[in-house]
């Protein structure tokens, strides 16, 4: 049979100074023993694996040590310490709360602790996932817990500290453990690697440093299976593959396809990500972490949140310096929405596709500056952002807008809006053309945005955007005049369709009922009901409208009794009297049972 032992036994630390990751407690219970400050009751509590069982056997074997190192670890060496180690000491016990939590198994302890310790001079008990004690086996622990024998040290460790009653919680000296960070994983494994002379690389201890998500004894099992796959020899391809984990080389590559707006190779990398097993939920939990990567190694300011190895932060680094922080902001929140609505998607790949395309269109929309849905509706500051208000003076339009912020648009179109009703049909099938010249770069927020200036004809009605002012004022309505209504009349179908995709048909078939008189938008709907849901949205709206046509315009509602409107019923007492109204059975039914809403 082999002899062989396990990384996560072989490797566990037997003095405080090997421990990984917990300085702040190993330094604090080392003090507590030179000084002989030594308390009857301690709380290891922290996540799985991270060290809390590790240091209570460390601390009972320092307490007992008779020849204890002047740093207050053990010398393993002593009596005391050899018997703890072949595990036949009287002096220190270990307790598993989770098979031993009844009131029973508690008396039985507290019958053993009367005993002096044999070999010793503490009687140390570690008692294991308390949490999983009984709040009987709890509240008969108390007393003993509070006021034990001078020799008795206890030492309960949970990885679930709100499970805990508070009244032992205030009996105990508590130590909280940490997560084990990446680089102090990738060290430790870095040293067993070396001992176990197994050949291995940054890139592939850091991809097992990553999988184990804080706990080193995780990190150890992975190491283990890691190096039984690869026969010694870890690679970053290889590791990943053991792993079931992407290497960092596909997220590189994604963002280099997506830096170039290579929306086949995008799509051909994704394939070949699937073919290899992995799925689209993994891909893009691994790419946002990837474009979180990229915007904390752009500054240096946050450099250090880069938790990764040298040769990975050089990576990181380079690729970093070739996108824009706005660029990589849209992207993280591109991918994490996708991210987020993965599991619910019908259609899985082409959900991520999808993705993957709008991320190359970004950049794609970042360098182009004659898009005008980018950097005009996009980049132009919000309508919470901007200040003005628009002055009818010769059918001029004149916001005022936050002083930081300059730029001129003249807004014409080469289509006559103000014709017949045959012309308003052709202009809401065509919306007006803007021809659209690029001036001077102004800075907004620290963000470089061009200047635009759109020119045409729009029958001597012209749009003017300006700014001086930095005081917050609210838009009045465009000019009430017939060439307002008509450029309104023939965009309206626009917003009906944006409701309509939504899902909200009914809210689209109320706007169709709609009148244009001068600067003012007048929806005549069927009932209450709907009036009160087109209130509701009407900020949506025009807002959605200004986007569109970049002039500010009223809503107004009004109810008719219109038999048209009122024939269909809407709510769900109106449709029952529908039914019992033209249903003899129905009626009768509803009389019989005294049914009503």
Request: glycine share 6%; charged share 20%; with cysteine.
């Given at each position: 049979m082999s002899?062989f032992?396990?990384s996560a036994?072989?490797y566990?630390?037997?003095?405080?100074s090997?421990?990984v990751?917990?300085g702040?407690?190993?330094?604090?219970l080392q003090s507590?023993?030179k000084?002989?400050q030594?308390?009857?009751a301690?709380l290891f509590?922290?996540p799985r694996g991270?060290?809390?069982?590790?240091?209570?056997r460390?601390?009972a074997?320092?307490?007992?040590?008779?020849n204890?190192?002047?740093?207050?670890?053990?010398?393993?060496l002593?009596?005391s310490?050899?018997?703890?180690?072949?595990?036949r000491?009287?002096?220190?016990?270990?307790?598993?709360?989770a098979?031993?939590?009844s009131?029973?198994?508690i008396r039985?302890?507290?019958?053993?602790?009367q005993?002096?310790?044999?070999?010793?001079k503490y009687?140390?008990?570690i008692?294991?996932?308390?949490h999983?004690?009984?709040?009987a086996?709890?509240?008969?622990f108390?007393?003993?817990?509070e006021?034990p024998?001078?020799?008795?040290?206890?030492i309960?460790a949970?990885t679930?500290?709100?499970?805990i009653?508070p009244?032992?919680?205030?009996?105990?000296?508590?130590y909280d453990?940490r997560?084990?960070?990446?680089?102090?994983m990738?060290q430790?494994l870095?040293?067993?690697a070396e001992?176990?002379?197994?050949?291995?690389d940054?890139?592939?201890l850091?991809i097992i440093a990553s999988?184990a998500?804080?706990?080193m004894?995780?990190?150890?099992?992975?190491?283990?299976r890691?190096?039984?796959?690869?026969?010694?020899?870890?690679?970053?391809?290889s590791?990943a593959?053991a792993?079931?984990a992407?290497d960092?080389?596909?997220f590189?590559k994604t963002?280099?396809l997506?830096a170039s707006?290579?929306?086949?190779?995008l799509l051909?990398h994704?394939?070949h990500?699937?073919?290899m097993?992995f799925?689209?939920?993994?891909?893009l939990?691994g790419?946002?972490?990837?474009i979180r990567?990229?915007?904390?190694a752009k500054?240096e300011s946050t450099?250090s949140?880069l938790?990764v190895s040298?040769?990975l932060r050089?990576?990181?680094?380079?690729?970093a310096?070739?996108?824009e922080e706005?660029?990589l902001l849209n992207?993280?929140?591109l991918i994490?929405?996708?991210d987020?609505?993965?599991?619910?998607?019908v259609?899985?790949?082409l959900h991520v596709?999808?993705?993957?395309?709008k991320?190359?269109g970004l950049?794609?929309?970042?360098?182009d500056?004659?898009?005008i849905?980018?950097?005009?509706?996009l980049s132009?500051p919000s309508?919470?952002?901007i200040?003005g208000?628009?002055?009818?003076?010769?059918?001029t339009?004149?916001p005022k807008?936050?002083?930081?912020?300059?730029?001129?648009?003249?807004?014409e179109?080469?289509?006559?809006v103000a014709g017949?009703?045959q012309s308003?049909n052709k202009a809401?099938q065509?919306?007006?053309?803007?021809?659209l010249q690029k001036?001077?770069t102004?800075?907004?927020?620290?963000?470089s945005?061009p200047?635009?200036?759109?020119?045409g004809?729009m029958t001597?009605s012209?749009y003017?955007?300006?700014?001086?002012?930095?005081?917050?004022?609210?838009?009045?309505?465009?000019?009430?005049?017939d060439?307002?209504?008509s450029?309104v009349r023939?965009n309206?179908?626009?917003?009906i369709?944006y409701?309509?995709?939504?899902?909200?048909?009914?809210?689209?078939a109320?706007?169709?009922?709609?009148?244009f008189?001068?600067n003012?938008?007048?929806?005549?709907?069927?009932?209450?009901a709907?009036?009160?849901?087109?209130?509701?949205?009407k900020s949506?709206?025009?807002?959605?409208?200004?986007?569109?046509?970049s002039?500010r315009?009223?809503?107004?509602t009004?109810?008719?009794?219109?038999?048209?409107?009122?024939?269909?019923?809407v709510s769900?007492?109106q449709?029952?009297?529908?039914m019992?109204?033209h249903?003899?059975a129905v009626?009768?039914?509803?009389?019989e049972?005294k049914l009503r809403?």
């Open positions: 002899d032992v396990v036994r072989k566990r630390p037997a003095v405080f090997s421990v990751g917990q702040h407690i190993t330094s604090t507590s023993i000084r002989g030594i308390a009857h301690y509590t922290g991270v060290g809390k069982t590790t240091c209570a460390i601390f074997k320092a307490v007992n040590c008779t204890r190192l002047e740093n207050g670890d053990p010398c393993g002593c009596e310490c050899q018997s703890f180690d072949q595990g000491s009287w002096s220190i016990h270990e307790l598993d709360a098979s031993n939590n009131v029973e198994n039985e302890l507290i019958d053993k602790v005993t002096p310790p044999q070999g010793g009687s140390v008990y008692i294991d996932e308390v999983m004690l009984s709040t086996a709890f509240n008969a108390l007393k003993t817990l006021e024998p001078a020799y008795a040290i206890f309960l949970t679930e500290k709100h499970k009653l009244t032992i919680l205030s009996r105990c000296q508590s453990f997560r084990i960070t990446i680089t102090d990738v430790y870095r040293h067993i001992e176990e002379n197994v050949s291995s940054d890139e592939s850091h999988k998500d804080g706990a004894r995780d990190a150890l099992s992975i190491f283990d890691v190096v039984s796959y690869t026969q010694g020899n870890l690679t970053a391809a590791t593959e792993t079931g992407l960092y080389d596909s590189f963002m280099d997506a707006a290579d929306y086949h190779g051909n994704f394939d990500i699937l073919s097993g799925d689209g939920g993994q891909f939990g790419l946002s972490e990837h990567n990229l915007l904390v500054s450099a949140l938790d040298g040769s050089e990576k990181y680094t380079a690729q310096s070739s996108f706005g660029y992207a993280l929140q994490s929405t996708a987020s609505g993965y599991r619910t998607s259609n899985q790949r596709e999808l993705a993957l395309m991320l190359g950049k794609k929309k970042d360098s500056p004659y898009s849905e980018w950097q005009v509706l132009l309508s919470s952002e200040s208000h628009f002055s009818p003076q010769s059918s339009v004149s807008v936050s002083s930081d912020y300059q730029t001129n648009l003249t807004v179109s080469n289509q006559n017949s009703a308003d809401g065509n919306p007006p053309v803007l021809n001036t001077e102004t800075k907004v927020s620290g963000k945005i200047n635009f200036s759109f020119t004809n001597a012209s003017h955007l300006s700014s001086n002012s930095s005081q917050i004022e609210e838009y009045v309505l465009a000019p009430d005049t060439q307002t209504a450029l023939s309206w179908h626009f917003i369709e409701f309509d995709n939504l899902g909200k048909i009914r809210i689209g109320a706007l169709s009922h709609a009148e008189i001068g003012h938008v007048i929806v005549t709907v069927a009932n209450k709907i009036e009160q849901e087109i209130l509701d949205l949506d709206i025009l807002e959605k409208l200004f986007k569109i046509i002039i315009v009223a809503l107004e009004r109810v008719t009794d219109d038999a048209v409107f009122v024939s269909k019923p769900d007492s449709r029952l009297a529908a019992m109204e249903n003899a009626r009768d039914l509803c009389n049972l809403l």
